[in-house]
T-cell receptor
């Protein structure tokens, strides 16, 4: 049983560019949440997708957007990249809403130069 | 406001020693969940435990134990007879489940187990 998988594992982008990160949830899970973890910090909630809709959003600008597909996989898009967007981006999956039993992927390390 | 504080930024102990990681939380809700996650160098967050706010029983799982005290808003984690493989960053986290699903993390404690 595959857990949460994220791609790519590492990515280097130039300031101002756009990036798309991908996440496949654990089998049987239908809810995907995205977190940003800056170096030396704890993860911070970006947003959550359920039934292909953004259900909750943290304190992140509109440059951060997402999508969930009918197969429950999800993408995180970041436009107009800033140096401060450099971080580990973690995807977590769970079943339904109101369920905090989330499983995390290994993350995508994004470096903006 | 929701907040998780892990005052210990970094701890080093010699293998086989016991070590306790502290966690203090703030929440206005009466219904919430507390978590501990382990993050090895690979980056993946490994779930260790989830405790709901109505269950104050301490829990032991092998060498791991957790002490939940609502009176002091603390949820401390103890590793007994530490091993080098326990070296990682440990995060305490909070979710106010009645409000939303997001998990609020502390800044983490980096634990070094020295051989």
């Amino acid at each position: 049983d595959a857990g949460v998988t994220q791609s790519p594992t590492h990515l280097i982008k130039t300031r101002g560019q756009q990036v798309t990160l991908r996440c496949s949830p654990k089998s049987g899970h239908d809810t995907v949440s995205w977190y940003q973890q800056a170096l030396g910090q704890g993860p911070q909630f970006i947003f959550q997708y359920y039934e292909e809709e953004e259900r909750q959003r943290g304190n992140f600008p509109d440059r951060f957007s997402g999508h969930q597909f009918p197969n429950y996989s999800s993408e995180l898009n970041v436009n107009a990249l800033l140096l401060g967007d450099s971080a580990l981006y973690l995807c977590a999956s769970s079943f339904g809403t109101g369920n905090t039993e989330a499983f995390f992927g290994q993350g995508t390390r994004l470096t903006v130069v | 406001a929701q907040k998780v504080t892990q005052a210990q930024t970094e701890i080093s102990v010699v293998e086989k020693e016991d070590v306790t990681l502290d966690c203090v939380y703030e929440t206005r809700d009466t219904t919430y969940y507390l978590f501990w996650y382990k993050q090895p160098p690979s980056g993946e967050l490994v779930f260790l435990i989830r405790r709901n706010s109505f269950d104050e029983q301490n829990e032991i799982s092998g060498r791991y134990s957790w002490n939940f005290q609502k009176s002091t808003s603390s949820f401390n984690f103890t590793i007994t007879a530490s091993q080098v493989v326990d070296s990682a960053v440990y995060f305490c986290a909070l979710s106010e489940a009645a409000r939303d699903d997001k998990i609020i993390f502390g800044k983490g404690t980096r634990l070094h187990i020295l051989p």
